[in-house]
C-alpha cells in the first residue's frame, strides 16, 4: 500500500519558555471548572489499568460523573499488574547524582532523540509525585534498613533511581489506584462497567462524545454518550501473537479512534525486552518477561566459542564472553533494551547462543550470590527466581538463567498533544495508549511512571481545560447510530464468513511474519515482502475465517476475531511506517542503517520527525510531520560505552 504525504502537525498546545517552567505555566494558563458545574459533566474512561484506573479515580474525586469500561472481570486484572521491576522517579534518595534533569535527559538518549522535550521534562518533573501519592496509599515499596525506600538501577541509567516492591511493583501500583477507583465507585463519583470491549467512537459535530461497547457475557451492544472519551487501553504489542504481553491486550479500541479520525503516531516503534524466557515451542501463545531489574545483578554472557555445549558451570571463565561488559564498558549489562536485545541477537547469529535452536544468552548470578550471600539475592529477586523455575524446572540459584529478547512493549500510538489530546477534540489518550514520552525506545521502569503521570496529575488539569470550553451541546442521534450501526455490521460480516480456519491461526501466521519482517531487524526487503503477505493473509482471513456461536451471547471466539481483523489493519501501517523510515533509532533497527559496529545510525536531517498517520477511507494513509527541535538537549549518537 502506498502513502501521500500532507500538511505538517505541530504540537500547538506546549508552552514556550524555560524547560522547568513549562508545566506550571501551562497549569496556570488551564481554564478551570468549578464545582458545581463539575457534577453535570460526564467523562468515559476506557481501561483500569495505571492510566486509566488512576485518572478514572482522580476525576471522580476532582467530582466529574466518571463512567469506567474494562473488558477485564476487575479492573485489578489490568495488564498493569504485570510489570515487575520498578518504577522511576528523580527523588535522588542515594545522593548519587540524579535530578529532574537528569531523568529527563537519560529518557531523551534513552529515546533515541526522539521524543519531545517539553513532554519527558514534564514526565521527570511530575515522577517525583507520584512516589509521595504511591507510599500515601500504602505501596509497600522495598525500603533500605533505615527506613528510607529503596532504589536500584535500570538500564539506560547510572544512577539508582527505581523504586520497586520486590518483582511486583506494577500489581502494588495497581491495586493502590485500584483502592483509590473503588472509593470513587462507592462515592457514586465512578460507575465501573467490567466484561464490556469498545468497539467504537462515536463523533458528533466532529468531538469525541460517547462510545460504543459490547457486554462480553450478554453480547448486547450499548451506547454511552460524555463530555469527552479517555482511553487507556495499552499496547498493541500482542500484534506479533508471541509477546510479553496478557493474551487479552489488543489495538481495537486505538485503532477504531484512528479509522474515526484520529492521527496514529510512530506506529513502528516497538520495543523488544532482552531478558524473556525463550521460546520453548509451537504450542506456545504467549512468552514470560523476566524483570529488567536482574541485570543489576545478574551478569550476560556466552561461550567465546560457537557449538560449546557443556554445561554453563563447567565453561571456565576465561571462555565466558560477558559481551555487555565487553562492549559496552560504562554501562555494562545496563545498556538501554534495544541495545541489549540486539546485542543478544547479535550473539545467537554468530552461533554462540545457549539452550534449545541456540536461540538464548545465560544471566547468571552466580557472582552476586557469592558477594551479597543467597539470602540477600532471594530478599531481591526471589518471586522471580521461582517464576523461573516453575516456567522451566531449573534452578537460578545454582544454574545460570536462559534468556532471550521478545516483543513487550510499543512506543508508538495515537498522536497526542502537550494536553494529552488527540486529533479527535474531546477525545484524550493516556498511558502506552499514546505515543508521547518515550521516543523510539523507553527505558525500563519509565511505563509505570509515564502511566501514573498521566493519570494522576497531567489529564485531570488538561480535561478540565476542555470541558471548561463547554458545554458542546446535545449528541447528534444520527451520529449515534451510525456508529452503532457500524459495530453491527461488523460482527454480522465476521459471524457470516463460517470458513475452515480459526481467528487464533490467523493470528499466529500474521505475527510470524511480523516477527520474521518487522521484528528486531528490518530492511526494506523484508518489509516489502510483509506488505505483499499481509494484504494476502487479510484477504484470506476475511474469506475463510471461523467465528462459531453468535452475537448475543458469551463468544470468545466473536472477541478474538474481531481483534484479529485489526491487527491486520495496524500490521500493514506499521510496515509502511517502517519503510519509509530509512534510518536506525531505538526500538526501530533497519539493517541498511548502521555504523562500523553496529549500532543504530540514526538521520536527524531527514527523520527528526514524529510520524502521525492519518486514516483514509478511500485510499492509503496520510503522512503527517511533526519536526521535533530540541533546546535543551544536543542531538548526537549514542554511546553507552
Not at 135 to 146: D, H, I, M, S
Not at 176 to 203: C, F, P, S, W
Not at 565 to 593: P, Q
Request: glycine share 10%; hydrophobic share 35%.
Amino acid at each position: 500500500m502506498s502513502y501521500t504525504v500532507g500538511e505538517p502537525i505541530r504540537d500547538r498546545k506546549a508552552p514556550e519558555g524555560p524547560i522547568e517552567e513549562r508545566w506550571s505555566k501551562r497549569r496556570f494558563s488551564a481554564k478551570l471548572v468549578n464545582p458545581a458545574n463539575k457534577r453535570k459533566l460526564h467523562v468515559i474512561v476506557v481501561g483500569t489499568g495505571l492510566a486509566g484506573g488512576s485518572a478514572a479515580a482522580t476525576l471522580g474525586e476532582l467530582g466529574y460523573n466518571v463512567t469506567s469500561f474494562c473488558y477485564q472481570d476487575s479492573p485489578r486484572r489490568a495488564h498493569s499488574i504485570a510489570a515487575q521491576g520498578g518504577i522511576n522517579a528523580a527523588k535522588n534518595y542515594r545522593g548519587d547524582g540524579d535530578s529532574v534533569y537528569r531523568l529527563f535527559y537519560d529518557t531523551v538518549k534513552g529515546g533515541d532523540f526522539r521524543a519531545r522535550e517539553s513532554n519527558v521534562y514534564r514526565l521527570a518533573e511530575v515522577s517525583v509525585n507520584i512516589i509521595d501519592q504511591a507510599v500515601a496509599q500504602g505501596v509497600p515499596f522495598a525500603r533500605e534498613y533505615g527506613g528510607l525506600l529503596d532504589t536500584r538501577s535500570f538500564g539506560g541509567a547510572q544512577v539508582s533511581r527505581t523504586f520497586y516492591a520486590r518483582g511486583q511493583t506494577g500489581q502494588q501500583l495497581l491495586l493502590g489506584a485500584y483502592q483509590a477507583l473503588e472509593r470513587q465507585i462507592a462515592a457514586g463519583t465512578v460507575k465501573m462497567n467490567t466484561r464490556h470491549e469498545m468497539l467504537d467512537l462515536v463523533i458528533s459535530d466532529g468531538r469525541a462524545r460517547g462510545v460504543i461497547v459490547r457486554d462480553l457475557v450478554t453480547g448486547e451492544i450499548e451506547t454511552h454518550v460524555a463530555d469527552a472519551v479517555v482511553l487507556a487501553t495499552g499496547g498493541y504489542g500482542n500484534v506479533f501473537f508471541l509477546s510479553t504481553n496478557a493474551k487479552g491486550c489488543n489495538t481495537t479500541a486505538i485503532w477504531r479512534a484512528h479509522q474515526r479520525g484520529a492521527y496514529f503516531g510512530n506506529p513502528c516503534y516497538t520495543q523488544i525486552h532482552p531478558t524473556c524466557i525463550p521460546v520453548s515451542g509451537e504450542y506456545q501463545s504467549k512468552l514470560t518477561l523476566m524483570s529488567e531489574s536482574l541485570r543489576n545483578d545478574g551478569r550476560v554472557w556466552v561461550p567465546v566459542e560457537g557449538g560449546d555445549t557443556r554445561a554453563p558451570g563447567d565453561i571456565p571463565e576465561d571462555e565466558r564472553d560477558y559481551y555487555l561488559e565487553r562492549i559496552y564498558p560504562a554501562f555494562g549489562n545496563l545498556v538501554p533494551r534495544d541495545i541489549a536485545s540486539r546485542a543478544a541477537k547479535n550473539v545467537c547469529d554468530e552461533g554462540r547462543g545457549v539452550g534449545p535452536g541456540g536461540l538464548g544468552v545465560y544471566l547468571d548470578f552466580a557472582d552476586a550470590i557469592r558477594r551479597l550471600g543467597r539470602d540477600a539475592v532471594e530478599q531481591k529477586y526471589g518471586n522471580l527466581f521461582e517464576m523461573y523455575e516453575r516456567i522451566t524446572g531449573e534452578d537460578p540459584y545454582t544454574q545460570p538463567m536462559r534468556i532471550y529478547p521478545a516483543v513487550h512493549y510499543t512506543m508508538g500510538g495515537l498522536w497526542v498533544d502537550y494536553d494529552l489530546q488527540s486529533t479527535i477534540p474531546g477525545l484524550f489518550v493516556v498511558g502506552e495508549a499514546n505515543f508521547s514520552d518515550h521516543g523510539a525506545n523507553r527505558l525500563g521502569a519509565s511505563a509505570l511512571m509515564q502511566g501514573l503521570a498521566d493519570g494522576y496529575f497531567v489529564l485531570p488539569t488538561t480535561l478540565g481545560d476542555y470541558l471548561a470550553e463547554g458545554p458542546y451541546g446535545e449528541v447528534d442521534e444520527m451520529d449515534v447510530a451510525e456508529a452503532e450501526t457500524s459495530v453491527r455490521s461488523r460482527i454480522h460480516r465476521l459471524l457470516s464468513v463460517n470458513g475452515t480456519r480459526t481467528a487464533d491461526s490467523y493470528h499466529r501466521e500474521l505475527g510470524k511474519i511480523m516477527w520474521d519482517y518487522c521484528g528486531m531487524e528490518r530492511t526494506e526487503e523484508s518489509l516489502r515482502k510483509a506488505l505483499e503477505r499481509i494484504p494476502e493473509l487479510r484477504e484470506e482471513f476475511w474469506r475463510n475465517v471461523k467465528v462459531s456461536g453468535q452475537a448475543e451471547e458469551l463468544n470468545q471466539a466473536l472477541e478474538r476475531a474481531g481483534r484479529v481483523a485489526d491487527f491486520f489493519d495496524l500490521a500493514e501501517l506499521m510496515c509502511i511506517d517502517a519503510l519509509h523510515r530509512t534510518e536506525s533509532c531505538g526500538g526501530h533497527f533497519r539493517a541498511e542503517s548502521q555504523d562500523a559496529d553496529g549500532e543504530a545510525l540514526r538521520d536527524d536531517e531527514d527523520f527528526a520527525y514524529v510520524a502521525a498517520w492519518e486514516h483514509r477511507p478511500d485510499g492509503g494513509p496520510v503522512l503527517h510531520r511533526e519536526d521535533l527541535r530540541y533546546e535543551y538537549v544536543k542531538m548526537s549518537q549514542r554511546s553507552y560505552k
